[in-house]
């Protein structure tokens, strides 16, 4: 079992949508990141979280430490909203802050 | 200011040549990453420079791979010998040092071995 689980693996809404995609992970994290990945490969960092939540124009991330999950939310989704939308989490350790991933969650929005 | 860069942005070679990706972060970051992405799986922790300190080499998939940083700033990592499952897309990412800074990432080096 990986240590950072998404779902959903694909995606599919139509514009204006709300959007969830929710992160499960099995091991004690010191940060949990969202990172975006468009079609070209470029990594873009969206949130990193430590607790409670974050938002950013119409970007929510929040993070449950009790129950290990943590969830982005997109509200009012736009085409350009497609991409490929990965949970990484920063383990607690003391030899640094190494990235374990989650597989991705592939979102299309259709206009 | 100026993001990670990586050279070349692609590479294709043949099996069993050696190749030397690189990586510029972001000026005044102390923390270096390199991660692997193979086609259709997900990123992969391959190693991590932090300062003077000895990197955490525990990604790194065989001896063929191997990773330096110049100076605390400018890293390479070479892959010797390289194999038909060394092909991946290749990223690199800076940051401050520290479990709470987010990671910048590179656009990556797509590596194809023939």
């Known amino acids: 079992k990986n240590e950072v689980e998404q779902s959903p693996q694909n995606l599919t809404a139509q514009e204006g949508e709300f959007i969830t995609i929710n992160c499960s992970y099995s091991?004690?994290?010191?940060?949990l990141h969202w990172l975006q990945q468009h079609p070209g490969g470029g990594i873009v960092s969206l949130f990193m979280l430590s607790s409670g939540k974050k938002k950013h124009g119409r970007l929510i991330a929040t993070i449950n430490i009790q129950e290990k999950h943590s969830s982005l939310h997109i509200t009012a989704s736009h085409p350009r909203d497609s991409a490929v939308y990965i949970c990484?989490?920063?383990?607690?350790?003391?030899?640094?802050?190494?990235?374990?991933f989650g597989e991705g969650t592939q979102l299309t929005v259709n206009p | 200011g100026a993001g990670v860069s990586q050279s070349p942005s692609n590479k294709v070679t043949e099996k069993g040549k050696d190749v030397e990706l690189r990586c510029d972060p972001i000026?005044?970051?102390?923390?270096l990453y390199w991660y692997r992405q193979s086609l259709g799986q997900g990123l992969e922790f391959l190693i991590y420079f932090q300062g003077n300190s000895a990197p955490d080499k525990s990604g790194l998939p065989s001896d063929r791979f191997s990773a330096e940083r110049t100076g605390g700033s400018v890293s390479t990592l070479t892959i010797q010998r390289t194999q038909q499952e060394d092909s991946a897309v290749y990223l690199c990412?800076?940051?401050?040092?520290?479990?709470?800074?987010?990671?910048?990432f590179g656009p990556g080096t797509r590596l194809t071995v023939t």
């Open positions: 091991v004690g994290i010191s940060a």
């Open positions: 990412a800076s940051s401050l040092w520290g479990e709470s800074y987010e990671q910048y």
């Open positions: 000026s005044g970051h102390t923390a």
């Open positions: 990484a989490v920063c383990r607690s350790q003391t030899s640094g802050s190494r990235l374990t």
